[in-house]
């Protein structure tokens, strides 16, 4: 009779007791030496989870700490795994040689003390929308370019357009930013994650330590448990080899000479990450890439990674995938270098002043032998494998495809 009681106390408080230790968010990422599930969870211990059937016990990553009350608890799926879930729902493994990778960045809502984007309109903020599209083509892997978190200020009062939004660095703005909007794509797709300027811990990097950094958790480690930058890594995707940096810091607009010669050695890492075989680069800001002009100079490439990168890059290196700049643009080179794909159209206001046309424009010395851009569009990008190649389209919100290029090897041809 008590138990019966008991049962009836939680459905009349509208949990069920199989729905009591659900987490609230699942997930599949690439982590340094391999993959993980986690789960952001406000339940007193961690999720169930299985692995090819067996029980898994998942470890706590993040326990609750001031603005956020919640547990982030990870779990390592072997490679030889066939199958996982957690709360008995299945999560979507990697495929080695994925055939569809979806690019996506610049995701969250504006609110600065100048600017209140309508976090609230889909027209304004369409990133929860497009990413049911996006979970609906069904990619092989998920690449996000970085800036996750954007509300860092409160909505001025009267605005129905983002009334009622959190602000600052909290779960509640993280879950408003990313995770809620995000849920059918976490869902649908393993991740690859990358570290914006907006995480950087005077901004948003308390919560991107806590849920989304592929290096451990450590409370006490730099500003209230905020990780430091963290070393490149390789996603191993079969073909291509993917590597994982960190530039959130990268000054842009002068060569930041420590800075330069630490990333220097990243770019030089990349021999020995992934010395053989074809291989991307992800990072969220671009290196020779254009968000607008002003007095004849060209705007939106970063100086110090340019600094870095120029004589270092390997030559099995094909393409640099980054955000940073909210437009998508594509790009490749006079000089034998990476071609560079921008997207940053994810769902944070515009930058309308970049050029649809960047083909001839000089970048810091680096001439751009062929370049396409879509300015004032919000959108993603999904790669596909064709034959021995990739094709790549540029996608409105809706999915709706505005431009069609080939990727051959360092070559872009765009329709």
Same mark, same amino acid.
């Given at each position: 009779m008590l138990i019966i009681r008991a049962a009836a106390i939680l459905l009349g408080a509208g949990l069920a007791p199989a729905q009591a230790q659900q987490a609230l968010y699942r997930w599949v990422q690439y982590v340094p030496g391999g993959i993980e599930a986690r789960a952001v969870t406000t339940a007193d211990s961690c999720p169930q989870a299985r692995i090819d059937g067996a029980p898994a016990a998942m470890r706590l990553r993040a326990a609750p700490g001031p603005d956020y009350p919640i547990r982030v608890c990870a779990l390592t799926i072997p490679a030889s795994a066939a199958n996982a879930a957690i709360d008995g729902a299945a999560l979507v493994l990697p495929k080695l040689n994925p055939a569809r990778v979806l690019l996506i960045g610049d995701t969250g809502c504006r609110i600065t003390d100048i600017i209140n984007q309508g976090c609230n309109e889909a027209e304004e903020w369409p990133f929860a929308p497009g990413a049911v599209v996006e979970a609906g083509l069904k990619p092989d892997l998920t690449i996000h370019v970085g800036d996750f978190h954007y509300r860092e200020s409160g909505c001025r009062p009267f605005n129905k357009a983002c009334?009622?939004?959190?602000?600052?660095? !909290?779960?509640?703005?993280?879950?408003?930013?990313?995770?809620?909007?995000?849920?059918?794509?976490?869902?649908?797709?393993?991740?690859?994650?990358?570290?914006?300027?907006?995480?950087?811990?005077?901004?948003?990097?308390?919560?991107?330590?806590? &849920?989304?950094?592929?290096?451990?958790?450590?409370?006490?480690?730099?500003?209230?448990?905020?990780?430091?930058?963290?070393?490149?890594?390789?996603?191993?995707?079969? !073909?291509?080899?993917?590597?994982?940096?960190?530039?959130?810091?990268?000054?842009?607009?002068?060569?930041?000479?420590?800075?330069?010669?630490?990333?220097?050695?990243?770019?030089?890492?990349i021999a020995s990450l992934a010395p053989a075989g074809p291989v991307w680069v992800t990072f969220h800001r671009p290196i020779w890439a254009v968000g607008g002009s002003a007095l004849g100079f060209v705007l939106g490439d970063n100086k110090t990674l340019a600094a870095a990168a120029r004589e270092t890059l390997p030559a099995n290196v094909q393409a640099l995938l980054s955000g940073h700049i909210h437009t998508f643009q594509a790009l490749s080179y006079e000089q034998d270098l990476p071609m560079q794909i921008? !997207?940053?159209?994810?769902?944070?206001?515009?930058?309308? !002043?970049?050029?649809?046309?960047?083909?001839?424009?000089?970048?810091?010395?680096?001439?751009?032998?062929?370049?396409?851009?879509?300015?004032?569009?919000?959108?993603?990008?999904?790669?596909?494998?064709?034959?021995?190649?990739?094709?790549? &389209?540029?996608?409105?919100?809706?999915?709706?495809?505005l431009d069609t290029c080939r990727i051959e090897g360092r070559a872009l041809g765009c329709q």
């Open positions: 009334a009622g939004s959190p602000h600052g660095d !909290s779960w509640a703005v993280w879950e408003a930013d990313f995770f809620k909007p995000a849920k059918p794509l976490l869902e649908a797709s393993p991740f690859v994650f990358v570290r914006g300027n907006h995480e950087e811990c005077e901004r948003g990097g308390k919560g991107w330590s806590r &849920t989304l950094d592929p290096y451990p958790f450590t409370q006490t480690e730099g500003k209230s448990g905020c990780l430091g930058q963290g070393a490149p890594y390789v996603a191993d995707l079969g !073909s291509p080899k993917l590597v994982v940096m960190d530039v959130s810091t990268a000054t842009e607009l002068r060569v930041n000479a420590k800075q330069a010669e630490a990333y220097r050695q990243q770019f030089a890492s921008v !997207s940053g159209h994810g769902g944070d206001e515009l930058h309308t !002043s970049a050029p649809a046309n960047p083909t001839g424009l000089e970048i810091d010395g680096v001439k751009v032998r062929y370049g396409i851009g879509r300015p004032g569009v919000f959108g993603f990008v999904l790669l596909e494998r064709a034959g021995g190649d990739w094709r790549m &389209t540029n996608h409105d919100m809706a999915g709706k495809i």
